[in-house]
Structure formats: structure tokens, C-alpha cells
């Protein structure tokens, strides 16, 4: 189970840094760039643990998946559009659900 976690980590970091980035472009977010850089660097983080450090891994993985969830589930349902905060909302949900199921079969 922890090769689709693993999987799904490092997607998910490579586009949340990718977010980051986008959200400076555009808008000139510096707060944008470094909390999509550092989130995205502690999913990949997270990734890289597993499965030789399953709990570690895990528990990074599955709370920063939370922090985003509860940053941009607020934002979806406040602006309705999907770009960022519904796409963010979903991955993060997303990743705590990874999070979970490989924690329930370790």
C-alpha cells in the first residue's frame, strides 16, 4: 500500500510547489511561493520516508495534506472556483485519505 502513497506524495509536492510558483507569477504572492515551496518540500519529504519510515512519513505526509485541506476548503466554498482552491482542496483531501489507508494497513 505504500507505493500508491508514495506515488500520490510526490505528485501532489511536485504540484504544490508548482502552485506556489504559479501563485507568485500571477499575483506576486510571495507568501504563495514559500508556503507552496515548503509544503511541497514536506510532502516530497513524506514520500521519500515511506515505507523505510512508515510512521514518519505518514504522519508528515497526512498533516500537511490536512493544513491544505483546512486552508483551501475554506477558500472553495467562499469563492467556488476551482482554480486554485478547488483543485488544492481536492488533493488534499485526497491525500488524506492515502494517508489513512496506508496508515490502516501498515
Not at 58 to 73: D, M, T
Request: glycine fraction near 12%; include cysteine.
Amino acid at each position: 500500500m505504500f507505493s500508491p502513497t508514495k506515488i500520490y506524495f510526490i505528485v501532489f509536492g511536485l504540484l504544490t510547489i508548482a502552485g506556489g510558483i504559479m501563485g507568485y507569477v500571477k499575483a506576486g504572492s510571495t507568501i504563495s511561493l514559500l508556503a507552496g515551496v515548503i509544503c511541497g518540500i514536506l510532502l516530497l519529504v513524506a514520500a521519500f520516508l515511506l515505507p523505510a519510515n512508515v510512521v514518519a512519513g505518514l504522519v508528515i505526509g497526512g498533516v500537511v495534506s490536512l493544513l491544505l485541506a483546512a486552508q483551501f476548503l475554506p477558500a472553495f466554498f467562499r469563492t467556488g472556483k476551482m482554480m486554485p482552491a478547488g483543485m488544492m482542496s481536492l488533493l488534499s483531501i485526497l491525500g488524506v485519505v492515502f494517508a489513512i489507508a496506508a496508515w490502516i494497513r501498515k
